[in-house]
T-cell receptor, first 113, second 113 residues
């Protein structure tokens, strides 16, 4: 069964540094999402992406965040100047036409020191 | 916006007993309700979903019921097994394009052998 893949699995970064999280969605999917999960808490929506542009974004997704689909396969989340509170598990998800179900990747654990 | 409440936050059952997790949602426009199972450190995995034109859906030991009038839906797991132990998240979304999932806070289910 096709899967969403994410790299790296764990990223440790100094506060203030830029970080890029990478995702390869399922190949025939059209809709892409980033969610995050702070340890022990619920999964929170960050941003959705379709047809090479952002469809929706949450209040969490401020000017420090950006997303990009640089080629036909990768979908990236960039945090420009990381803060301690950005420490979380970041999940990429994708879905086909119709928008469901959303399939999640294994996540990237981001630790900001 | 949509708000999803989930209860209980923790649930312990004896192996073989049934487990029920309940969620309520606030936005009557929501019409898609998936349930995800998340094992420690792993991705949320879709286990069952229901659309608002259906009142109940069953898949082997797992069933979901939906009451649109009351805006609540429930997950039922029968004949629980130790491998059912995980955190379960309910979610809701408006079935359109790539609108995001709004998750509940999760229920930690422990099945005691």
């Amino acid at each position: 069964e096709p899967e969403v893949t994410q790299t790296p699995s764990h990223q440790v970064t100094q506060m203030g540094q830029e970080v890029i999280l990478r995702c390869v969605p399922i190949s025939n999917h059209l809709y892409f999402y980033w969610y995050r999960q702070i340890l022990g808490q619920k999964v929170e929506f960050l941003v959705s992406f379709y047809n090479n542009e952002i469809s929706e974004k949450s209040e969490i997704f401020d000017d420090q965040f950006s997303v990009e689909r640089p080629d036909g396969s990768n979908f990236t989340l960039k945090i420009r100047s990381t803060k301690l509170e950005d420490s979380a598990m970041y999940f990429c998800a994708s879905s086909n036409e119709g928008g469901e179900p959303q399939h999640f990747g294994d996540g990237t654990r981001l630790s900001i020191l | 916006g949509e708000n999803v409440e989930q209860h209980p936050s923790t649930l312990s059952v004896q192996e073989g007993d049934s487990a029920v997790i309940k969620c309520t949602y606030s936005d009557s426009a929501s019409n898609y309700f998936p349930w995800y199972k998340q094992e420690l450190g792993k991705r949320p995995q879709l286990i069952i979903d229901i659309r608002s034109n259906v009142g109940e859906k069953k898949d082997q030991r797992i069933a979901v019921t939906l009451n649109k009038t009351a805006k609540h839906f429930s997950l039922h797991i029968t004949e629980t097994q130790p491998e059912d132990s995980a955190v379960y998240f309910c979610a809701a979304r408006i079935q359109s394009g790539n609108t995001p999932l709004v998750f509940g806070k999760g229920t930690r289910l422990s099945v005691i052998a």
